[in-house]
């Protein structure tokens, strides 16, 4: 199985706990996100790995709704989440560094993923997975040093 994936990291002068109390509250991806419009928890009450929240994301004039479920949330380690099912992975992992916290920020699809693209998008898959990709590749750059600016700017 090959797996398509990206990920980039930036260093933010905060504590481990406060940059994991951003990323792990997805309510707050609307502010950084150049895609994802808003984020909400489907129970509040559950917010851990297994729990399940509902996202808004515009691109290019597409507007679509997600269901992602939660498979890591580890505080001041790591917290990443599974698009409808299989489809897209996503990750924040932090580490300890010299002068603050080191985030990091991952994108993955793997071949199921593009099974399912061309089951639902046919000859435009390819094209469709492309500008997934795109959107990562500069999404996440922009994602992490938005994430900087809030974190700093709350400290």
Same mark, same amino acid.
């Given at each position: 199985?090959?797996?398509?994936?990206? &990920?980039?990291? @930036?260093?933010?002068?905060? +504590?481990?706990?406060?940059?994991?109390?951003?990323?792990?509250?997805?309510?707050?991806?609307?502010?950084?996100? +150049?895609? =994802?419009?808003? =984020?909400?928890?489907?129970?509040?009450? &559950?917010?851990?790995?297994?729990?399940?929240?509902?996202?808004?994301?515009?691109?290019?004039?597409?507007?679509?709704?997600?269901?992602?479920?939660?498979?890591?949330?580890? +505080?001041?380690?790591?917290?990443?989440?599974?698009?409808?099912?299989?489809?897209?992975?996503?990750?924040?992992?932090?580490?300890?560094?010299?002068?603050?916290?080191?985030?990091? &920020?991952?994108?993955?699809?793997?071949?199921?993923?593009?099974?399912?693209?061309?089951?639902?998008?046919?000859?435009?898959?390819?094209?469709? @997975?492309?500008?997934?990709?795109? &959107?990562?590749?500069?999404? @996440? +750059?922009?994602?992490?040093?938005?994430?900087?600016?809030?974190?700093?700017?709350?400290?």
């Amino acid at each position: 199985m090959s797996v398509d994936r990206h &990920e980039d990291s @930036i260093v933010i002068a905060a +504590p481990l706990a406060d940059v994991y109390a951003v990323v792990s509250d997805v309510t707050r991806v609307g502010e950084w996100s +150049p895609v =994802c419009r808003a =984020c909400w928890w489907e129970d509040d009450a &559950e917010r851990g790995v297994g729990a399940w929240f509902g996202g808004r994301n515009e691109s290019g004039g597409r507007v679509w709704e997600t269901r992602s479920q939660v498979k890591e949330a580890e +505080p001041g380690v790591a917290f990443a989440w599974q698009v409808d099912g299989n489809l897209v992975a996503w990750a924040y992992r932090l580490r300890a560094v010299e002068g603050g916290t080191e985030l990091s &920020e991952s994108w993955a699809i793997n071949d199921a993923t593009k099974q399912v693209f061309v089951e639902k998008y046919g000859e435009h898959a390819d094209r469709v @997975i492309d500008d997934r990709r795109q &959107e990562a590749l500069t999404g @996440i +750059p922009a994602t992490l040093a938005r994430i900087r600016q809030i974190v700093e700017g709350a400290a």
